[in-house]
């Protein structure tokens, strides 16, 4: 695993130091407050630490994407009163990310203030990790800390740039990420066994090679499955099927075989004639038995039992992609059955499981399990190019 440092190597006292924080504050909005504060809850910890060591604290966030410029409506001030309310203490807001105004402001906090910068992708050396930029924001502080995992695939100044410098930690959300992710792919327990569902082969063609080459047992379901299955020679009738990747999906089958890796496709499948909730043409049968007029929106009970025992000789697991359009009952119910196996044995200790991906978070919450999984991460586009087997320029930077 990349090599950092945590917040375990600062010193104890931090009196005097600012603290440059990077965190996630791309919070989505409902009106004048935030829907969901999840990330917030994740940087408290690393915030909290940091300001009760006596540090002042300046948090670098950006907020949508408002391409280099000023825009009242992306001013990370919307979400101040978020902030105050999940730290459960005042912050000051700073209308800036470097020069007088910060230096200003970084006098007037006391030792373990918190201020608040402005959208740092307000300025147009953010995304262009523009060195200047970078050292015009590093001149304000002793220390910078990266907590906000889900920016760490852009290479941007606050991601990447300021992490070559200040001395660079990571902070403690960023660190529970990196172990996380580490013990299920980087340096995982045997058999790993990974699933991969979802709507497309297309959008997760990268996963899917580099999984062959790391885990003993490949799971695919979701839409991608009919894909699979067609390239087999499945007629798979009017499922979402992406015909002109047949090949491409031979030759991962192709790679799975030199590499000892089992891909594990459905025998059975759930059907129906309208993808509706409960459609009147609702039907279970064998993969070879799909109508022409007939769509697979779920894999079948003995896909799923089979799957529960593959799961049962693993010790690690992980996860992207439901295995049915779980959004439309009763296409959830492979998703949540396995989910729900999945939790179990992690509960009894003998399975890491790690997940994530927008909707698979979103799958897992529904199934009622999210908090039984070893880890699930909310990172949406960092986690998937971590499984993508990529390096992400915001963690290289770190080491
Ligand atoms: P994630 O956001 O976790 O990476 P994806 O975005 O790749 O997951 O895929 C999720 C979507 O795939 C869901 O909207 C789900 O309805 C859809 N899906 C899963 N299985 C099927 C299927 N058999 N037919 C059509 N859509 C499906
Ligand atoms: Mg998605």
Known sequence: MTQFKTLDDLPADLTGKVALVRVDLNLPMDGGSASDVTRVEAARPTILELADKGAKVLLLAHFGRPKGKRHSTMSTSMVQGDVEEVLDREIMFVPEVSGPVVEQSIGILGDGDIGLLDNVRFWPG????????????????DVYVNDAFSAAHRAHASTEGLAHLLPAYAGRAMEAELKALDAALGNPETPVAAVVGGAKVSSKLDVLTNLVGKVQHLIIG??????????????????????????????????????????????????????????????????HEVGADEMILDIGPQAVEALADVLKTCRTLVWNGPLGAFETAPFDEATVALAKTAAALTQDGSLVSVAGGGDTVAALAHAGVKDDFTFVSTAGGAFLEWMEGKDLP???ALS
Do not use: W
């Open 394 to 396: 915001g963690v290289a």
């Open 126 to 141: 953010e995304e262009a990790n523009d060195g200047e930029f970078a050292k015009a924001i590093a001149a304000h502080g």
């Open 222 to 287: 979701g839409g991608m499955a009919n894909t699979f299955l067609a390239a087999r020679g499945v007629d798979v009738g009017k499922s979402l099927c992406e015909h002109d990747l047949t090949d491409t999906a031979n030759k991962i089958m192709d790679q799975a075989d030199h590499a000892g890796c089992t891909i594990h496709l459905p025998y059975d499948v759930v059907v129906a004639k309208e993808f509706a909730a409960n459609p009147s043409s609702l039907r279970t049968c064998n993969v």
